[in-house]
């Protein structure tokens, strides 16, 4: 099955601790995003990487952390910086080449206990 | 910055009537996505324009790449319950970073 994987489907976090939410894709593209979604809001871009080894800060980076070492593997950290870190978190591929579409994930809820 | 202004915000429809939203941007675009999303899920992509100009169709859905390249509309004819859900439009120049609406929510009353 091609598609990009998103896992858990729910994470649930404690005051002050780091979680990592895992996105996998196997459409052999080169950009890999990550958005955040509030409810009943639109998505806003928190971090991308066009090519393995390099990322960019999104418009809403603070409080998050991202790494890109290998092409298919955009795993998000958020961090402890992160004071209000419930949402929904959608991440998604493209190939870079500028006429390429854009296929998500089924997403990650992240609670706070 | 990048705007992206999708309207309308939500929409109430009888089941059978035909729906319109569009997408217009403060700059030009050469890629047009549309996308709808299910409560809970991931945005699941419909439509995809890559020239100005350009009209494409998906079954009841069609949507047209306005000949400015700033702006998009998305239709969608004889409309069934299933059709609820929320419509986002998204833009992207060359290798650079998608611009999302902030969504069309869509309810139809059967």
């Known amino acids: 099955d091609g598609g990009i994987t998103q896992s858990p489907k729910y994470l649930f976090r404690k005051e002050g601790q780091n979680v990592t939410l895992s996105c996998e894709q196997n459409?052999?593209?080169?950009?890999m995003y990550w958005y955040r979604q509030d409810p009943g809001q639109g998505l806003r871009l928190i971090y991308y990487?066009?090519?393995?080894?390099?990322?960019q800060k999104g418009d809403i980076a603070e409080g998050y952390s991202v790494s890109r070492e290998k092409k298919e593997s955009f795993p998000l950290t958020v961090t402890s910086a992160q004071k209000n870190p419930t949402a929904f978190y959608l991440c998604?591929?493209?190939?870079?080449?500028?006429?390429?579409?854009?296929?998500f994930g089924p997403g990650t809820r992240l609670l706070v206990l | 910055g990048q705007q992206l202004n999708q309207s309308p915000q939500s929409m109430f429809i009888q089941e059978g009537e035909d729906v319109s939203m569009n997408c217009t941007s403060s700059?030009?675009?050469?890629?047009w996505l549309w996308y709808k999303q299910d409560p809970g899920e991931g945005p699941v992509l419909l439509i995809a324009?890559?020239?100005?100009?350009e009209l494409t169709s998906n079954g009841r859905l069609t949507a047209q790449f306005g000949i400015t390249r700033k702006d998009s509309f998305l239709n969608i004819s004889a409309s069934i319950p299933s059709d609820v859900g929320i419509y986002f439009c998204?833009?992207?120049?060359?290798?650079?970073?998608?611009?999302f609406g902030s969504g069309t929510k869509l309810n139809v009353k059967p």
């Open positions: 998604a591929s493209s190939g870079a080449r500028g006429q390429e579409t854009q296929y």
């Open positions: 459409l052999n593209h080169d950009a």
């Open positions: 990487s066009q090519i393995v080894n390099d990322f």
């Open positions: 700059s030009i675009f050469n890629t």
């Open positions: 324009l890559y020239k100005a100009g």
């Open positions: 998204a833009g992207r120049y060359n290798f650079n970073k998608f611009y």
